[in-house]
């Protein structure tokens, strides 16, 4: 069995699958695409995997969501030889609380384990991993991925995926890149200090002009609330939803391509990371991913301080349906008064609040955390509280949804307050 470098798993790093980017590189994306015409006939507009027993059961076997056999094809006409890497990169809802052993194969040659994130022991989660994938499992036409899962201790062994996507990282001598004129090209980053509260990014090309950039986004890596699912805080920051990069540093789509980073609510910390991806008017399958730029610090502040205060007894799963209520509680030890800035950040997995108006409550204060209607949709929400709703000591989250069915969950890593504070 092959095994997942969880190290990998997160938004930027699909770019560069097997090893530490030392330098700038060409990556080119295929996308899966639903439908019969893209060989992807489908009953839902999610891609569903199923535990084996499933299909048995008397009640939950007769949903729509079991005809699903876990199967995609995507398209992919390369010359294997012209190819460096290749990773499968997913949108991972991971499924019913205690599902197990998720797994991929590739083309019936390779099958890889998706990393466990929290799922198997109870969690809600949701994730996007990098799995790195050997050239020779692939082919120069229709790969084929199977998924598959086991019941473990769930009522019904489940997950879906959202999107997937295979990554190839371009040999420099690529056919395409010198069709399309971009071979040669080269992009860094930089960094400056604006003030306490702020870093510049600038981006120096090379090779030809700006006049072929479409945008540039900058990309994080950096100590703070675990956005994309994988457990990790220091981390590269930042995920793709619907296939748009989320939570990234900033993005310009002017030359000459230069960015604002608010750091204002980052505790200090060194060793922070950057990166960017380059966009290309003429060509929207290949981008320019740049090697790391390092060394960046987040300083002490004078005047000021950042603290993160999390849950220590989240339920397990954490999740509301049928009127059932769950809380959980953050210590934050704080001094009310001095507080400037108080965050809130949480992810969910919407399944809707029903008719409950009040579903989300932080010291008893409500907060709009479902989308508003039974959406299945992953959320990041970052609410800034009024800081006269934060206690010293103990601080109650309440969670209801009245939904007959899936409600809302309460995604790992947990509601997390994060509080700038003056000294």
């Known amino acids: 069995m092959k095994k997942v470098f969880t190290g990998l798993v997160m938004w930027l790093l699909m770019h560069q699958p097997l090893s530490a980017q030392e330098a700038g590189q060409f990556v080119k994306r295929y996308w899966y695409e639903n439908g019969i015409a893209q060989g992807n006939p489908n009953f839902n507009h999610t891609i569903r995997i199923n535990a084996p027993e499933i299909g048995l059961h008397p009640v939950f076997g007769k949903r729509v969501e079991v005809r699903g056999n876990g199967m995609i094809q995507v398209l992919a006409e ?27 194969s590739v083309n019936g040659r390779n099958t890889y384990e998706l990393p466990e994130v929290g799922t198997a022991e109870g969690h809600c989660t949701y994730h996007y991993p990098l799995i790195p994938l050997k050239i020779t499992d692939l082919v120069n036409g229709y790969n084929v991925f199977q998924f598959s899962c086991e019941q473990g201790a769930s009522f019904w062994g489940h997950f879906l995926i959202d999107n997937a996507c295979l990554l ?129 610090t987040i300083p002490v502040r004078a005047e000021s301080r950042v603290d993160r205060f999390r849950s220590y007894d989240i339920p397990v799963p954490f999740w509301s349906r049928a009127g059932k209520l769950n ?64 206690k010293a000591g103990e601080n109650k989250i309440e969670l209801l949804s009245d939904t007959e069915h899936h409600g809302i969950e309460v995604l790992l890593p947990g509601p997390e307050l994060r509080i700038k504070s003056a000294r």
């Not at 390369?78 to 991929?104: M, R």
């Not at 949480?346 to 959406?375: C, R, T």
């Open 78 to 104: 390369e010359a294997l030889d012209q190819i460096e890497s290749a990773a499968l990169y997913l949108e991972v809802w991971g499924g019913h609380p205690h599902t197990q052993q998720k797994k991929v």
């Open 168 to 296: 190839l990282g371009l040999k420099d001598g690529h056919p395409e890149l010198k069709t399309t004129g971009l071979q040669g090209f080269e992009a860094t980053v930089s960094s400056r200090p604006l003030s306490a509260d702020a870093i510049s990014l600038q981006l120096a090309i090379s090779g030809r002009d700006a006049s072929a950039i479409e945008k540039v986004t900058y990309f994080g890596y950096y100590e703070a609330f675990d956005d994309n699912g994988n457990g990790l805080e220091r981390d590269w920051h930042g995920y793709t939803k619907k296939k748009i990069p989320q939570h990234v540093l900033g993005e310009s789509r002017t030359p000459p391509f230069n960015v604002e980073w608010d750091i204002a609510m980052l505790a200090p910390q060194n060793n922070v990371k950057v990166k960017a991806e380059v966009s290309f008017k003429n060509n929207t399958d290949i981008s320019y991913v740049t090697a790391v730029t390092e060394g960046i």
């Open 327 to 390: 809380t959980c509680t953050i210590v934050a030890d704080v001094v009310p008064e001095k507080i400037e800035k108080a965050e809130l950040h949480v992810l969910i997995w919407d399944g809707g609040e029903g008719n409950v108006k009040e579903h989300f409550k932080l010291n008893g204060n409500a907060l709009p955390l479902a989308g508003g209607k039974h959406a299945h949709d992953v959320i990041y929400r970052i609410f800034e509280i009024d800081p006269s709703w934060i």
